[in-house]
């Protein structure tokens, strides 16, 4: 849910996001008695944010480096 937030707010704010779909911490949640899965927590904020920015794999990362690693994971902006 924060990396939905923080790239739908830099999207907001004009700038061009990139989200690597394998940088993920998220777990089940919880709702009343239904419990929704971490895949399908997953999935489903991944098929939102492609409508707010780029959605990579690790593996398509072309420059990888701490910079590079930092820049994307923390501030999800290019």
């Not at 830099?10 to 919880?30: P, S």
């Not at 009343?32 to 999935?43: M, R, S």
Request: proline content about 0%; aromatic content about 10%.
């Amino acid at each position: 849910m924060c990396l939905e937030a923080a790239t739908r707010t830099t999207h907001d704010l004009a700038y061009k996001c990139t989200v690597v779909e394998d940088a993920r911490a998220t777990q089940n949640i919880k709702y009343g008695e239904v419990t929704i899965l971490v895949k399908n927590v997953h999935f489903s904020t991944l098929s939102t944010l492609k409508s707010y920015g780029k959605v990579i794999n690790l593996k398509s990362c072309k420059l990888i480096n701490t910079c590079f690693m930092r820049r994307y994971f923390v501030f999800l902006v290019s």
